[in-house]
């Protein structure tokens, strides 16, 4: 899916409307094996942003491309699961009626991480113990770590991820941290949306108007 | 486009079950060479068409808040009583309406019934109170899908407040249930013949029968023409609506004083009618033998129809399910139209059309009756379908569209629907085993229907054995139903 010569991601004069509310035009550019975070007060649009890159919300109008391939080609542009992403939302997107595990089995499917890959990954975010669980018995960190786990190991090239830290500590922050790094290093691009200016990545800092 | 033609299989059984013989009826009896100013018929058929939809209308709506205040009561309220109360509520739907009144009117006299209910007021009263199940059956299904967050979020109030918020959650699945219910109650004959009122569906039987059938084809479109705008209300409007998230929860709020009591008073007709049922149901000394024999047999037929009516209303519910997780619009109301029209007109057109074309060892199976009653379960799967797919939550949704089309579909948002959609299985199932029109001209010769057999042991005033299999099929639905529902209730507490 990785194009050597383009950018992992390119966005051009993208116009979001969520309702009454719009959000843009916003250009920026993520290199292949880059983390960047785009951050801003509440409800500033960063999330609507990357929904909009996943396939989720519809696009007003702009540009977004994805190793080079326009995503909003065609009337409904290219579908989610074609984008090459792997999307970590804000708010609690596991599937309650498997376990860890199996989710990661069920999103590995189309070239993401083996089963070594899996056990290895969820022991990086120390996740090797709860794995057998099924969301409903873990704690709010721990699903957040799982929902995580989860994304990583989906086949995308591109990592869309909503405030990957919340509900965190130290211990888990740094955690996610190295493994976002590692997945940069394998080649993987990591766009964050988050709420503070980070000093660790690059930034787009969205601002009304 | 490819998306479009992927659903498709959804519509086969409609396609080959209904559209393609109907509309081949509708050309060989000659409805096209009316004039178009003729569709809804003379003044007298409008009239009848305006009563179906004012009792169906009145029915629906009546029923749906007697369902709602079922569901909004069972699920402020905790322990073990609640699957029984829950069980005897759906003991009114599950008794077919035929032994129902009969054997009212055999414990409290003909005359005295007659003169109660024989007027409009008295079909929508017995058609709400028999219906009021399956509106509370929908929207505690849809209550177990509430995100816990938000469940957890109303137990912060005060038991009466919680339970006030959680009635005006229900409101737009409410709306969806009067919509599903107007389309079932539009074609339901059985109980309003009862109450000596005519509906649209006895007079389009007897115009296909022994009338003009051009009329009856006539009376069936301006049928159609009236139930319009609850089609395109139930396909249309409400799958846009973001509120319709929301809902309540059988997981059980602070306890209500009095919400038990509240149910016991509900529940007390429904014990009345159980009642009535075994009282008439239990044999003379000297007919203990025979009555014991026939009670054997009754068991091995509903059991014998059970599969059957499972693959019926399970094909129904999936397709409905199919197209409304895909966005299908068109496809649902496609879904949603035969079973606005009597029973019996798709059973005559499939009757005339495909089944001359069948080889002759398939007469001996009831192929085109599990086909004719798939079909007129159409709504009740799209209803399911739409409640199933709006419910999951948006997060979890999101997620699974990440996934190829297939995988997310079958292995994330199927099992997840699975809480509203087996008790729409189980609604389907309880249709089946209780609908006559199709199976009285369409069930091969020994077929066991249970509903076919109560029909004639009513028509020749057996009414111990009739009340025998009614309370059959109240016990097998009931328990059917605990089964099925019971493991969905919700473990995230």
């Known amino acids: ?209 | 486009m490819k998306r479009d033609i992927g659903a498709f299989w959804a519509l086969l059984a409609v396609m080959i079950g209904f559209y393609f013989p109907v509309i081949s009826m509708m050309i060989h009896d000659g409805l096209f060479e009316a004039a178009a100013g003729d569709i809804g018929g003379s003044s007298s058929s409008q009239l009848v068409i305006l009563t179906t939809v004012r009792i169906a209308t009145l029915s629906a709506i009546l029923a749906t808040l007697v369902g709602l205040f079922d569901a909004v009561l069972l699920a402020g309220t905790r322990g073990p009583a609640r699957v029984l109360i829950a069980g005897m509520l759906l003991a009114t739907f599950l008794i077919p309406p035929a032994a129902l009144a009969s054997a009212v009117q055999g414990v409290i006299g003909s005359s005295t019934l007659r003169a109660t209910i024989r007027d409009e007021l008295g079909a929508v009263c017995m058609l709400a109170f028999r219906w009021a199940p399956v509106a509370c059956a929908m929207l505690l299904g849809a209550a177990v899908l509430w995100p816990v967050q938000q469940e957890r979020a109303l137990r912060g109030l005060s038991p009466r407040v919680a339970l006030f918020v959680r009635a005006r959650c229900l409101v737009p699945q409410a709306l969806r249930c009067v919509g599903l219910l107007i389309l079932l109650l539009i074609c339901a004959s059985e109980i309003p013949s009862y109450a000596g009122v005519e509906t649209i569906s006895q007079r389009v039987y007897a115009r296909l029968t022994v009338g003009n059938a051009a009329e009856g084809w006539q009376l069936a479109l301006g049928m159609l023409v009236a139930v319009a705008p609850v089609l395109l209300f139930l396909v249309w409007k409400l799958p846009l609506s973001g509120r319709s998230q929301g809902g309540g929860t059988v997981t059980g709020l602070p306890r209500l004083r009095g919400a038990d009591l509240l149910l016991v008073i509900r529940s007390t007709p429904v014990l009345a009618l159980v009642l009535i049922l075994a009282i008439t149901a239990w044999p003379r000394a000297s007919e203990m033998a025979v009555a014991g024999s026939e009670f054997v047999d009754g068991v091995v037929g509903i059991f014998q129809e059970l599969p059957r009516a499972f693959i019926a209303s399970s094909i129904a519910v999936i397709c409905g399910w199919r197209l409304a997780d895909g966005g299908h619009r068109w496809g649902l109301l496609l879904l949603c139209l035969p079973t606005v029209l009597p029973g019996s007109l798709g059973a005559l057109a499939l009757l005339h059309v495909v089944r001359p074309t069948l080889p002759l060892i398939l007469d001996d199976l009831p192929i085109l009756l599990t086909l004719a009653q798939t079909c007129k379960l159409g709504a009740v799967g799209a209803a399911a379908g739409l409640v199933a797919s709006r419910v999951i939550p948006l997060s979890e949704s999101n997620s699974s569209r990440l996934l190829a089309p297939v995988t997310g579909r079958w292995r994330v948002r199927f099992p997840r629907a699975l809480p509203v959609l087996l008790p729409a299985v189980v609604i389907g199932v309880a249709l089946v085993m209780g609908e006559v029109e199709a199976t009285l001209l369409m069930a091969p010769a020994g077929h066991p229907s249970p509903a076919l057999e109560l029909h004639q042991l009513l028509h020749f005033r057996n009414d111990e054995q009739a009340a025998r299999i009614a309370l059959l099929l109240a016990l097998v639905g009931s328990m059917l139903a605990a089964i099925v529902v019971a493991p969905l209730r919700r473990k995230d507490k």
């Open chain 1, 1 to 209: 899916m990785t194009q050597a010569n383009h950018p992992a991601l390119e966005v051009g004069d993208l116009i979001v409307s969520r309702g009454n509310h719009s959000i843009g035009p916003i250009t920026f550019q993520l290199s292949i094996g880059k983390q960047l975070a785009l951050t801003g007060g509440n409800g500033i649009g960063k999330s609507s942003v990357l929904q909009a890159i996943a396939g989720l919300l519809p696009v007003t109008s702009g540009t977004i491309r994805i190793s080079g391939e326009s995503m909003l080609s065609g009337s409904d542009g290219v579908e989610p699961w074609r984008r090459g992403i792997a999307w970590l939302g804000q708010e609690r997107g596991l599937w309650p009626h498997l376990s860890i595990e199996a989710q990661c089995r069920l999103v590995a499917r189309d070239g993401g991480k083996t089963a070594e890959q899996i056990v290895a990954v969820a022991r990086s975010l120390d996740m090797a113990e709860l794995i057998q669980r099924r969301p409903g018995a873990l704690s709010g960190g721990e699903a957040q770590r799982a929902e995580l786990l989860r994304t990583v190991c989906g086949g995308g090239a591109l990592l869309l991820l909503d405030e990957p830290f919340a509900a965190q500590n130290q211990d888990g922050r740094r955690r996610i941290e190295a493994l976002l790094e590692q997945e940069c290093q394998a080649g993987r691009s990591v766009l964050l949306a988050l709420h503070q200016t980070d000093s660790e990545r690059e930034t787009v800092a969205l601002a009304e108007n």
